[in-house]
């Protein structure tokens, strides 16, 4: 018999070993190798707000007449608000001029009535009517005439044209503050520019103006009247705030 020699063994089983994976190599696809690609250098992104306001005297009065009822049941309490507020709205609507004085009814409910024992015992409603405008002396002397109903709350504010001229006068002022702050934080942070990013503006009414409690449910006195009503003022805010990113 024939002796094979080790070296030849070696061999064999060498090439039997590298046989399988050069042959998976040629059959599975080539990879495309990554290239690595240069990101742009991060930006640094700077949030902040500014604001500009003004203060404008209040030229709209809103006032809330209120009319309370009760009964036994609840058909008639509606029944009894139905007149009353009908009546009121033939006295007021033909008085009606569109921006110096605008009639509109408010809330109407019927609820039920409880004793102090916890027991039903009735129904109460109310009924509103609204006397809005910039004829202030118009309001409250119509507010006189309306002997069954109480005023349930009265205010100023600035009508949507004031509030709206107000805010064009401010909003440049406060885009302009938005641009210096942000060239100034550019600056200071070492930067030599800015990009603007987002920005939002905003526009907000805080009044002044005078407010009546709630009174009692008893008729007005009509030697007090009309009602006295002094407006105040009212503060415009124009905020904007954003990001910018500094590069």
Not at 64 to 87: C, D, F, H, I, Y
Request: charged share 15%; hydrophobic share 45%.
């Amino acid at each position: 018999m024939t002796a094979i020699s080790m070296p030849c063994m070696a061999c064999a089983l060498m090439t039997a070993l590298a046989l399988p994976t050069a042959w998976a190599q040629s059959l599975s696809p080539s990879i495309p190798q990554t290239v690595p690609v240069a990101q742009a250098a991060p930006h640094q992104v700077l949030h902040l707000s500014t604001s500009a306001q003004t203060e404008v005297t209040q030229d709209w009065l809103v006032m809330t007449m209120s009319v309370q009822r009760e009964g036994l049941q609840a058909p008639a309490v509606q029944k009894q608000l139905n007149g009353v507020l009908s009546s009121a709205l033939a006295v007021a609507t033909p008085l009606a001029k569109p921006g110096a004085l605008d009639v509109s009814t408010g809330e109407m409910n019927v609820s039920p009535r409880y004793g102090r024992d916890g027991k039903m015992n009735g129904w109460v409603g109310s009924a509103q009517l609204i006397l809005q405008g910039r004829d202030a002396v118009q309001i409250a002397t119509l507010a006189a005439r309306l002997q069954d109903f109480t005023v349930a709350h009265m205010d100023w504010r600035l009508s949507p044209e004031q509030k709206t001229a107000a805010e064009a006068r401010i909003q440049a002022e406060a885009v302009s503050r938005f641009q210096n702050k942000a060239q100034s934080l550019t600056q200071q942070f070492g930067f030599a520019a800015y990009t603007l990013r987002e920005v939002r503006v905003n526009a907000q009414e805080a009044g002044e103006g005078s407010v009546m409690p709630r009174m009692a449910s008893a008729p007005m006195d009509a030697a007090t009247l009309p009602v006295p009503a002094a407006a105040g003022k009212s503060r415009v805010v124009v905020n904007i705030s954003g990001s910018i990113a500094l590069r």
